[in-house]
């Protein structure tokens, strides 16, 4: 800035020394940083725009790769999903049927049967069930590897472990505890031998059992992913903060709830909207635990899973209408959430 | 420091369990895919890859008598071949599509001239053969071959496809189209196909009654009993006897209570019987576009929900372990061919009945086919000569079928040839020297096949599907349930309405 400053300062006395000379004679401070600004304009534009110009291409270079990147994978598709979805357009066998316009006769179908908002549901519940145990074991974790006065052993190897359920190829997870589950599994015959139930059961005909084993295996596979984020954004916060807590006599419970937490509020509000998109798309867990069946009775079935169920006779019509569906819901959730925690601080700032 | 040698520690681990994994799975690979195997033909590839072994346990009397007989068969094959003029081909590349090895196997073994030059390519005479092989699971085989066979048109000479394999229960699918071509397009005619069974012509004739496929081999299924239940339940082992138990499905279900009452299940699930029941139908599952149920599926569902109300059975899928658990004793019966009873229900395990020669072969209440592969000349094929001669020799050769039956341990698509088979008195260890071959033949030629339809493999799995949910009391009614296979029925096939 300083420096700035002094090598704009003989441009400003050379070619305008007679307005600065009114200006200091009428002593008005405003005047004065006006006149400085209009000189700063007028040198840039004689050599310097060129320059900044020039600069301003490598940025638009630099920009090329995402933008075509995007534009292939992403707008493109998503253009076309929106367009697909007013056709009808399917393989019958080895025939193909349309594509016919038919307005929004898909999206009509959607949603007079009903089902779509069952297996929201069914995609909330199953989310939630992963969620929970998730946030709350990656908080508990987080503040127990980034508290220096604990000094955990070998902290960095638990960090490892934690997060080396996330390697494991979700449909190999699910097999695993599809077999692991099953009704002669080595579950139900360790539960029969100590007692506790009197005949195997079936883990797999039961909603609440498959549904919480989804949860189940979402929180495991993901809480080490949170707990990376979360103890980053916790280390991130003045160390003197809490030193200077403990002065005052704060016990850790209060240093969590009232130091941590507030701080941690925009890395929570990003693990939030990160999960639930990701939960939303939620499929292969319960396609490989249910056979993709969603049994029983369509009580695990989620939303992509259903669109995944047009693919089979390549009905880009209804699986299309279905995904755009998705979006709008994924667009007003992440909305719903943003105002609730996040736009608030933001509405502060600018009111500050 | 420390942390990179824990780092590495890792690593290290983690690709040694991988690599463990990787090795793990070649061992167990036919394990493996009969796991998984949703589809009876999947088995029909353990049948080939354990063909080997098999054969060599399996040997007896008749295998030894034959090796002459397949040498000389050979030797006339050979002679055939030279005389085959393929003047009519044009290309130079044989493209063959299929879901497994089997196919391969056969035709290395069986086939006169054909040479294996590596895994996916092999040479007859100056033709390259190109094995496309992707497998059946999620679809994959049939997505694949759709691609393909869309763009035959417009495909270089090399990349058509010439030849490609078909399953039974969506064999119509392609046959009823002009992508697949009438076998007597490529030289065959109704004389060289007068000896195979009429259930494997059923299948691959379309619409106009045009038989558009051939196969080498027949899968009539018939009941497979527990011996040793049967003596204590029943009072008797003796097929004959256990005939009268199970004569049709009501004497069937009684004996299924008494069974239950001595401590075991009549059948490991549920989804046992269904192709009995689904094979016996009498009217197609789509008329138009309206998708029916059949009297005989309907009382595949009475029955079975009392059978599982009474816990008679299980609902498990096939090819789980909790359906595998009556290899070993403590279920009754079992519904399949010769390759279910000779290669996948645990023979050579110990403790397991088959390793034991308890099981008995009896026809059941009702016949039925299980698994089954179909050759088709794919519309568009540049080399319709060799096409329609391997067709011509792998299904109509009665020699090479005999050598195929002993070899591999088949049930050959050929009448006359597994007439002389069974009057050559083979009899099988794992049915305690029973001869089942006569059942075989019976069950072949009684079977009726006249009500297929292209939607069968969807509604067939769909209709299971939905079933299982009635049967485990998740739907209250069955009415409920056809609601769920309404849906999953216009999902897969939005033109379709259940009625």
Known sequence: ???????????????????????????QSSEVSQARMEATYNSANGRGNKNVVKYNRWGYFFLIPFIVVYIIFQLIPLVSTVYNSFYENYMSGLKQIGPNFVGIENYKQLFVSGDIWIYFKNTMIMWILGFLPQIFFSLLLGSWFSDNRLKLRAAGFFKTVIYLPNLIMASAFSMLFFTLFADSGPVNSILMQMGILSEPFSFMSNATSVRSLVGFMNFIMWFGNTTILLMAGMLGIDPGLFEAAEIDGCTSTQKFFLITLPI??????FVLVTSLIGGLQMFDVPQILTNGTGDPMRSSMTLIMYLNKHLFSKNYGMAGALSVLLFIITGILS???FNFSGNKEAINRKAR | MKKKIVSAFLCTTMVASMLAGCQGAAQQATDAASDTASQATEAVADTAQQAADAATQTADAATQT????????????DAASEALDLSADTGKVLNIYCWNEEFKSRLTDHYPGYEEVDATHGKIG?????????????NAYQNNLDEHLLAQADAAEDEKIDLFLVEADYALKYVDTDYTLPVADLGITDADTADQYQYTKDIVTDSNGVLKGVSWQGCP???????????EVLGSEEPDDVQEFVKDWATFNETATKIKEAGYNVTSTTNDTYRVYSNNVSSKWVDGNTVHIDENI?????DSKVLVDAKETTTAELWSDDWKKGFYGDVFAYFGPAWLVNFCMADGEEGSVATNGRWGGVVGPQSFFWGGTWICGANGTDNPALVGDIMRQLTCNADIMKDIVEKDDDFANNKTAMAQMAESGYTSRILGGQNPLPM????AEKIDLSNLSEYDQGCNEEFQNAMKNYFDGNAATYEDALELFKKAITEKYPELTVE
Do not use: H
């Open chain 2, 221 to 231: 299924g018939i009941m497979f009993y527990n011996r040793d239940i049967a003596a």
């Open chain 1, 1 to 27: 800035m300083c420096r700035g400053n002094r090598s704009q300062q003989p441009v400003i006395s050379e070619e305008n020394i007679k307005e600065k000379e009114e200006s200091v004679l009428s002593n």
């Open chain 1, 335 to 337: 909305l719903i959430i």
């Open chain 2, 66 to 77: 034959a090796d002459a007989a397949a040498d000389t068969a050979q030797q006339a094959a």
């Open chain 2, 440 to 443: 075989y033949m019976e069950g």
């Open chain 2, 126 to 138: 100056d033709v390259d053969v190109v094995w496309n092989i992707t497998p059946s699971d999620d």
């Open chain 2, 298 to 302: 309907k009382k595949w569902v009475d």
């Open chain 1, 264 to 269: 941690l509020k925009p890395i929570l509000l």
